[in-house]
């Protein structure tokens, strides 16, 4: 078999994106709160990403200081409809509304229904969720947004239509 001669800039996007959420997810949380928190940075990041690559002058978007939902919105109206992504953008918008919670309230009672909200809306948008127990169910769906996320950057990019 022969040896191939160069990468893909989809595979990068995908070695750089595993990469960035197997040293920044904790893999052994019992804090829910800090692994919502830090699932939340790594799909924000995933969006800061893909915005990066198209904004013809980053520099000047990023002094509007955009919130996570703007941005996440830009992103949402750059891109064409897939069957799967208006499951999605719910899935991002409930880990939005998740980490709100969390962030403004140290034992916010709305913690357990946008839980079970995030993961309806993750076996909405993929069937293949896996029956597992939190947190690992959690952390697998962070880490299928984040994918998500870098399959829909190379398809806007090359200029496909999405599935």
Known sequence: ???????????????????????HLP???????????????LVEEEINDFLAVH?????A??????TFFE??????ALLEPGRKDKAMWEA???LNSLRNALAHHLA???????????????????????EIEEPERFRTSIAMLCA??????????EGRTPG
Do not use: C
């Open 71 to 76: 941005r996440m919105s830009i992103l949402r």
């Open 27 to 41: 893999k052994a949380q019992t804090d829910f709160s800090l692994l919502v928190l830090k699932g939340h940075l």
């Open 55 to 59: 904004w013809r002058n980053p520099a």
């Open 92 to 94: 991002i918008d409930t």
């Open 1 to 23: 078999m022969a040896k191939r001669e160069s990468t893909s800039k989809y595979e990068i996007h995908v070695g750089t994106s595993f990469t960035r959420l197997i040293r």
């Open 108 to 130: 916010s009672p709305k913690v357990q229904a946008l839980v079970d909200d995030f993961n309806k809306r993750m076996v909405k948008f993929n069937k293949h969720t896996p």
């Open 61 to 66: 978007v990023k002094k509007l200081r955009l």
């Open 148 to 157: 998500a996320l870098v399959g829909r950057r190379e398809v806007f990019t």
